[in-house]
């Protein structure tokens, strides 16, 4: 049997994605409004009803994308997979044996990566699949050239799941037993704690203001 050790599933939420959406939308129905119904031309140039609809459509299925992404990342027991929908319809799997090193760490998503989504860094960074946040697993790979960071919101809860398959050595990226791997390993730790307690402060945040409302 091939059980789950850990399973987490991540969706976009942040909320400047869904505002620049509704804002766009916002002057897509407007300008059809007063173009085709009120026969007043918006602008200098006006769009023609054919180049409206099409983006119409297009913006459809921009808000069909963001609906529909999600990335799906569990530690099983034959290796780790991962499904970033609606660009996999499959379980991607990476078995433990083509794994060099493994861990937890805090990423700059637009300086590393260019952004969100499935992204391929520059400078060696490799690719990220990644929907919001700051903190992933960063896998490097046997052929020392391949590099996968997987963004997670749950580091502690994945980290403890990957220790049960794959050495403290390899979480620590193969340094642990130098104090370059030492400084970087309590790194990590600090990241996750802060990354916690940042977790808990808003949790707390959240709930004293609904006592108060």
């Keep these: 049997m091939n059980k789950v050790l850990f399973s987490e599933k991540q969706s976009t939420k942040p909320t400047w994605v869904w505002l620049i959406f509704w804002v766009l939308l916002a002057i897509f129905?407007?300008?059809?409004?007063?173009?085709?119904?009120?026969?007043?031309?918006v602008g200098d140039e006006p769009a023609s009803a054919t180049v409206m609809w099409l983006n119409g459509g297009l913006l459809f299925?921009?808000?069909l994308l963001i609906k529909n992404m999600l990335l799906k990342v569990e530690i099983r027991d034959d290796g780790i997979y991962y499904k970033y929908s609606p660009i996999h319809r499959k379980w991607r799997l990476i078995p433990y044996s083509e794994i060099k090193s493994a861990y937890i760490r805090k990423y700059k998503a637009l300086s590393e990566y260019g952004g969100y989504g499935v992204r391929f860094g520059v400078g060696g960074k490799g690719r990220a699949l990644n929907?919001?946040?700051n903190m992933g697993l960063q896998?490097?790979?046997?052929?020392?050239?391949?590099?996968?960071?997987?963004?997670t919101q749950k580091p502690k809860e994945l980290k403890e799941a990957l220790k049960q398959k794959i050495s403290l050595k390899e979480i620590s990226a193969d340094t642990s037993n130098t104090n370059e791997g030492k400084d970087k390993e309590d790194s990590q730790e600090k990241e996750l704690k802060e990354y916690s307690d940042k977790k808990i402060d808003n949790t707390n945040k959240d709930n004293i203001d609904k006592e108060n409302n």
């Design 61 to 63: 299925l921009v808000f």
């Design 139 to 151: 896998l490097e790979f046997n052929d020392k050239k391949s590099k996968l960071l997987l963004g």
């Design 29 to 41: 129905i407007y300008t059809l409004v007063m173009q085709e119904f009120l026969n007043k031309p």
């Design 131 to 133: 929907v919001r946040g």
